[in-house]
């Protein structure tokens, strides 16, 4: 068998896709993007995988790599945050660009040389996929190659252990119960009730969203700790602070232009409830 | 254009229609548990060690794993001696598993000489009696919490509470019985797996220093990477080789090589494919140069050997290198025999520049892990002159100098582990200036090693550097052992160069202290100068062992 | 099989060395008699070889041999010639007067550390080197001999750089800086040396498995297949191997240009420990050279006869011509001993009888010569504290019997007829004449420069005025005399009778020439006229 127009067109083109993801993958800032660009790259390679005939590779790699793996290491990536960035500094001068130059140049070699091999035709497809191509495979994991399918548990066992011996943390303390949590709020008197919510009302309901004061700063208490210790917090409380001030200025521009021209219509209210949490609410209705 | 549609459905039409009755079965597997044992039973204690991890409490963890593990590994070696007496080593030595695992002397020499190394790292993994006290508790050298940030508050607290991290006995046995099938492999696809196997656990136990964790997770971070790419590339190689042979089995390959094998029309068109059996070769053998720490693929080396627990190091630094030594003797003498002419001038290449470059390089390190480090490259390289001798006195020559090798870096890295100060272990060389003064037996100890690694008469170090001299002599390697001299007497140099701040300089004031050890330690180090003097004066049983111990089954 | 003579020669130190090592710390002077004690009972035992070696019987007498590492073809294969039988008797026989001579000079400073134990160090490493350079004489294995000519560095080591010259002319850390440059000097130049010979060894060691299908290290059965045409050495391999053997041995001698690290080496350490450098060490490499690289490869002995010759007799005139110039007394006698070294060689490769007898006989007179000028020397240094000549002057007015000997040791370096190394010198520059008369001639310089060197160290330290920091110099003690009389002794004998050492030697002498296939030149100039050309040089 030769290689079809059709599949020679697919795998240039998806080839060039799964080396800029590959790229992508080393090269994006954010961790979430280089993310994806791996899953990129694995919904290509699986396609790859398919148009070469091996069917149960190619869905093992969208199910298990992509879907699984990967979208599971996406979850985590959003909900814990990789915010630390690397050092890009070089600490050995000209590295980097020796590292590319040899990388290049290496590459080059590799390809000119498996280029030279002569593998117009391939063969043994058709005899690998006779009886199915799972139960081909099965064959070979469970009698040939069964010693290597078994001792890659070990593997497994070993990344679960490392896994749990690089990141979970026992408690070296019993945690308190929430009836000891409670008695030592009410023992160091403060926040006695539960916490102030989040978000400030009619504009953002997100928990990263501080709830304001009624001095427009926002309250540190409002934000879960984690996202406080991240640096998550988005604050509006600079804005809000300048929005009040604005209205305070217009409303003293009103009430002066009134008490010159006709008086005091609204003249019993007092200045100081401008100070009030509502009216807050009402200038950023505004 | 119906037919090869059919074909591409097949997998999900034809396999419902058809009747299942006219499929073959599928033959069940013939597994040779019995010489597979000495394997399955450390796996069977690396997953009991888990298993106390997960239920025992935590007091009772630390004699329960060290049981475990001293009782596996010594099972196993019971078992490898079994299966030598049985004749497996000579006569019955044959491939087990479906042809994933040989069973022959070679084998079995390098799986008792990692599970006797095995046995003595963790004896030193299991010290207690080097760090001072830390409040109440007595502690290895070993993280108290690996997850704990290091210096934070949570790390303090582990400490206070005594935790200490006894997964490492199982990783260690997970990572033995990993080396105990990667010399044995006799499949690339086996090889692979096993690399893998006793790989990680090394990342992970590179990690979990108790002193200068930043240093230990730093390298632990390089030696994973890097290893992951040697890995990468070993795999690729493996690819390649596959593509030319249509077959991973060694037997299998080195037939097509050979020109001897069947050739089926399914292979007709690749075999004989030149660029691609050279390249896939070179590729594994790359890989296997990495675990080797052979120059140019040694730049890990010297920072992961410092920074990982000492007690890792002395067992990476001398595990390893039997396992990959092993694998690379059985992938070029059994895969690759056929292609000596184009693989032993490289290999001559990569073993000077090892020879020279470890030598070398350590002239100038101021650290004695580092020291070690690059001395166990230029003791790679060493190893690599025997290597390319490809005779059968090579193969024993390797195997003898693995022996002597290894003991004594076993003993070395246990007498780092005991001069300490302040800060842990005062690695420094300056720090060691005056030690004979101090306490003179563990200088002379520490003496007896260094002029082994220096390869001096009588010492472990000179029986296998003649023994792999000889063999690269006789198989026609004078000019490499020449190189070889001329680099011994470098490296013999900054041997040197430590006996002299041992002995002839003052001791400083603020000089290190050596703690006193337990038996553990204690053992490891007695063992290493028994090994020395035994194998640098009476060497012939050992050789003789080595030398029965020298053909590969194919 | 008889009684292990041989083997207990050597064991006897060696275990000596383990005992000393284990004396506790406070008995030092119980240590002391130890390690003495067991120095002589080897004394008693390398005469007791020697009376029953017949120097006409066998080449190789009082054999043993058992297998020792098969895998590499090795033997533990022990005998002795007429050569090996005085220079093992020599090492006997120095060993207690450098221990004497040494009683005081590993003593600790102060005994606060209870763990620290120099002395017993001392005395256990000087055991231990003689214990190595008896095997050393004694194997007929090349690579039993190579192991243990290698291994002895190791204690020679600690010698030097750990029991240094507490007269140096500098303060405490430059000395000690110094002293560990010279030790580190020492065991590199040796080490390299060493190594070059361990290629050559596996070299050897690959032609003989090549030929005759297992390898071989015993000389006797080398030299049996040589003789009977088993074994042919190429002409390239032979020369390379020879090169390497040599090489090492040339270090260890050592000759000129190899030659640096004695003058450090000596000029540091302590006197007795200088004596067991030049006296018993080194004499290791000239008998080698005389064993190993004349028996084993001939022909390439012959081929770089030439080169070796000039470089003796340039390591005599170059040797002698720095010890004019020494301000150093130690310094000055070890550039003596690379000059006296270059006879050695000359007579070695002249391949003569008498100059090959001259240059074994040579070996035994320097042990004892030097040995005697450089212990007296010591004891001089050790009263003064200096080692600089210009801090000596007047002393034969202060210390008579100090200056007396000191002024026979000289003499015997100057070869004085009636002493010891006359005869031999003699011998030397005799042999070297029949065949090389250039030579012998201008290695007759080498004694008028002799002359010149040890009369003007005589005359600035020992005449004149009496200087500063000498008027209370006590004179020998006991224990000195008891170390100088005797070597004294044995010097005048050797000067009037050496021919119970030349019965030994000679035999030896005449189965190394036949090995090289070469027989004395018809006397071209007669002998009186080489004595009278000698007294004329005079």
């Not at chain 1, 035709?121 to 690998?128: C, D, I, K």
């Not at chain 2, 060290?66 to 080593?89: K, N």
């Not at chain 2, 870096?409 to 101090?438: I, M, N, P, Q, Y």
């Not at chain 3, 007396?404 to 040791?409: A, C, D, P």
Request: net charge neutral; with cysteine; charged share 15%.
């Amino acid at each position: 068998m030769t290689t079809s127009t059709g599949e020679a067109i697919q795998f240039w083109v998806l080839g060039i896709v799964a080396v800029l993801g590959a790229l992508g993958t080393v090269g994006m800032r954010k961790a979430v993007h280089s993310a994806l660009c791996l899953a990129g790259t694995m919904i290509v390679l699986a396609v790859f995988y398919l148009a070469q005939g091996a069917y149960f590779l190619g869905i093992v790699q969208i199910v298990v790599y992509t879907g699984a793996v990967m979208m599971l290491f996406l979850f985590v990536v959003m909900l814990v945050g990789i915010t630390a960035a690397d050092s890009l500094k070089e600490t050995i001068r000209g590295q980097r660009a020796a590292a590319v130059l040899c990388g290049i140049g290496f590459g080059i070699l590799l390809i000119a040389g498996i280029a030279n091999a002569s593998l117009h035709r391939f063969t043994g497809l058709a005899q690998a996929n006779a009886g199915g191509n799972v139960e081909g495979l099965a064959r070979l994991v469970f009698t040939t190659y069964v010693w290597a399918f078994e001792i890659t548990g070990a593997l497994l066992i070993t990344a679960a252990v490392g896994a749990m011996v690089l990141t979970h943390r026992e408690r070296t303390e019993r945690p308190a119960t929430q009836r000891e949590q409670s008695e030592a709020r009410v023992r160091e008197g403060r926040n006695v009730t539960p916490l102030p919510a989040p978000g400030v009302f009619a504009r953002h309901n997100a928990v990263d969203v501080p709830g304001l004061l009624p001095d427009g700063t926002p309250s540190e208490l409002t934000v879960n700790q984690t996202l406080r210790a991240r640096g998550q917090v988005r604050d509006v409380g600079g804005e809000q602070e300048r929005r009040v001030r604005k209205l305070e200025q217009r409303s003293d521009e009103y009430v002066e232009g009134v008490t010159e021209g006709e008086g005091a219509p609204e003249g019993g209210r007092d200045r100081s409830g401008d100070n009030d949490g509502a009216n807050h609410a009402e200038g950023a209705a505004k | 254009m119906s037919a090869t549609a059919a074909a591409v459905h097949s997998l999900w039409t034809t396999r419902a229609l058809a009747d299942t009755a006219a499929t073959p079965a599928i033959p069940t597997p013939h597994i040779e548990y019995a010489q597979l044992s000495p394997v399955l039973i450390v796996f069977g204690a690396a997953v009991l060690g888990v298993l106390i991890e997960a239920f025992a409490p935590r007091a009772a963890r630390y004699a329960g794993q060290l049981a475990v593990s001293v009782v596996g590994l010594a099972a196993a070696f019971a078992a490898l001696v079994a299966l030598a007496a049985d004749g497996y080593a000579q006569g019955r030595s044959h491939v087990a598993a479906m042809g994933a695992v040989a069973v022959d002397g070679p084998a079995l020499f390098l799986q008792g000489t990692i599970v006797l190394i095995a046995l003595v790292a963790t004896f030193t993994f299991a010290e207690r009696r080097l760090d001072p006290v830390a409040h109440g508790n007595r502690v290895d050298s070993f993280a108290a919490q690996g997850s704990a940030v290091p210096g934070g508050e949570q790390e303090q607290k582990a400490v206070r509470a005594g935790f200490t991290t006894t997964e490492v006995f199982p990783l260690l046995l997970f990572a033995v019985a990993g080396m105990m099938i990667f010399p044995a492999a006799d499949d690339l696809l086996t090889l692979f797996v096993s690399l893998e196997v006793f790989s990680l656990p090394l990342y992970l136990l590179c990690a979990l220093a108790r002193r200068r964790r930043l240093m230990s997770q730093e390298a632990s971070v390089k030696y994973f990477l890097l290893g992951a790419f040697s890995s990468a590339i070993l795999l690729f190689g493996i690819a390649l080789l596959y593509g030319y042979a249509g077959t991973v089995s060694y037997g299998g390959i080195a037939d097509v090589v050979d020109g001897t094998a069947k050739l089926t029309p399914a292979l007709a068109n690749t075999t004989g494919n030149d660029a691609l059996l050279l390249i896939g070769g070179a590729m594994v053998v790359m890989g296997l140069l990495f675990k080797v720490a052979a120059v140019p693929f040694h730049m890990w080396t010297p920072d992961v050997y410092q920074g990982a627990p000492t007690p890792v190091t002395g067992f990476m630094a001398a595990a390893v290198k039997v396992a990959a030594f092993g694998a690379l003797l059985r992938l070029l003498y059994v895969v690759l025999p056929g292609m000596r002419w184009d693989w032993r001038p490289v290999m001559w290449g990569v073993a000077i520049v090892t020879m020279v470059v470890g030598a070398i390089i350590a002239v100038t390190q101021t650290d004695v892990k580092r020291l070690l480090a690059y001395s166990s490259i230029a003791h790679a390289g060493f190893l690599l002159t025997g290597v390319i001798a490809v005779s059968p006195s090579g193969v024993s020559s390797v195997l003898f100098y693995l022996v002597a090798y290894s003991f004594v870096t076993l003993g070395g890295f246990a007498v780092v582990t005991l001069v300490r100060d302040a800060g842990g272990e005062a690695t420094h060389l300056s720090k060691w200036a005056g030690l004979g003064r101090r306490s003179p037996l563990l200088a002379a100890v520490f003496a007896v090693f260094l002029l082994s690694f220096a390869g001096i008469p009588l010492t472990a170090g000179f029986s296998g550097k003649f023994a792999v001299f000889k063999a690269a002599a006789q198989g026609g390697a004078v000019p490499l052992v020449v190189v070889g001299v001329i680099s011994s007497a470098i490296a013999a140099f900054f041997y040197i160069r430590v006996i002299v701040m041992m002995f002839f300089q003052e001791p400083q004031p603020q000089g290190p202290t050596v703690a006193i050890p337990s038996p553990l330690t204690s053992t490891a180090i007695a063992l290493g100068v028994a090994v020395t003097l035994v194998l640098g004066v009476a060497p012939q049983y050992f050789l003789d062992l080595a030398g029965k111990a020298g053909v590969f089954v194919r | 099989m008889s009684f292990p003579l041989l083997t207990v020669t050597a064991v006897v130190p060696a275990a000596g060395a383990v005992v000393t090592a284990a004396v506790p710390a406070a008995r030092r002077t119980a240590a002391k008699w130890t390690a003495l004690a067991f120095a002589l009972a080897t004394l008693v035992l390398a005469a007791v070889v020697t009376a029953r070696f017949s120097p006409g019987g066998a080449r190789y007498q009082l054999t043993e041999s058992h297998a020792w590492i098969t895998a590499f073809g090795v033997r533990y294969e022990l005998g002795v010639d007429g050569i090996a039988v005085v220079l093992v008797l020599l090492t006997a026989v120095l060993v207690p007067f450098v221990m004497l001579a040494g009683w005081h000079d590993a003593d600790p400073l102060e005994t606060s550390d209870r763990r620290w134990r120099p002395t017993q160090g001392f005395f256990a490493l000087i055991l231990l080197v003689e214990a190595m350079v008896v095997i050393a004489f004694e194997s007929t294995d090349v690579f039993l001999f190579y192991v243990f000519f290698e291994a002895m560095l190791i204690p020679m080591y600690f010698l030097i750089g750990g029991f240094g010259d507490q007269a140096g002319a500098h303060g405490e850390d430059e000395q000690a800086r110094q002293r560990s440059y010279a030790a580190v000097k020492f065991l590199l130049y040796n080490l390299v040396g060493g190594l070059v010979m361990l290629a050559a060894v596996i070299g050897l060691y690959a032609v003989t498995a090549h030929q005759l299908g297992a390898g071989t290290f015993s000389l006797p059965q080398i030299l049996h297949d040589r003789a009977n045409g088993t074994l042919t050495l190429s002409t390239t391999a032979e020369r390379w191997i020879f090169l390497g053997f040599f090489f090492a041995f040339a270090v260890k001698a050592p000759l000129w240009p190899l030659h640096t690290w004695l003058p450090n080496a000596m000029g540091e350490s302590t006197a007795p420990v200088a004596v067991l450098i030049t006296a018993v060490v080194d004499k290791v490499g000239t008998f080698a050279m005389l064993r190993y690289c004349l028996q084993l490869f001939p022909a390439a002995s012959k081929w770089a006869t030439p080169v070796i010759l000039v470089l003796a007799v340039i390591g005599i005139i170059y040797g002698a011509l720095l010890a004019v110039g020494q301000r150093d007394i130690k310094r000055l006698i070890a550039y003596a001993s690379i000059s006296h070294f270059g006879f050695i060689i000359l007579g070695i490769f002249a391949m003569t009888s008498q100059g090959q007898s001259g240059a074994t006989l040579y070996m035994v007179n320097h042990g004892v010569s030097t040995a005697a000028l450089l212990l007296v020397a010591g004891f001089l240094i050790s009263r003064r504290g200096s080692r600089r000549i210009a801090d000596f002057g007047g002393v034969q007015k202060v210390a008579p019997l100090l200056a007396g000997t000191f002024l026979v040791g000289g003499l015997a370096t100057l070869s004085l007829p009636g002493l010891g190394p006359f005869v031999s010198e003699f011998l030397v520059l005799v042999g070297t004449f029949t065949r090389y008369p250039a030579l012998g001639v201008i290695a007759t310089l080498g004694i008028v420069l002799a002359a010149l060197y040890v009369l003007v160290l005589y005359q600035r330290t020992m005449t004149g005025p009496v200087k500063a920091g000498i008027e209370g110099m006590k004179d020998l003690k006991v224990r000195e005399l008891v170390v100088v009389a005797p070597l004294i002794a044995l010097l005048l004998f050797l000067g009037v009778y050496p021919k119970p050492v030349t019965d030994v030697i000679n035999p030896a002498v005449k189965d190394t020439l036949s090995d090289v296939h070469r027989t004395d030149p018809p006397p071209k100039v007669t002998v009186p006229a080489v004595a009278a050309a000698k007294e004329n040089a005079k």
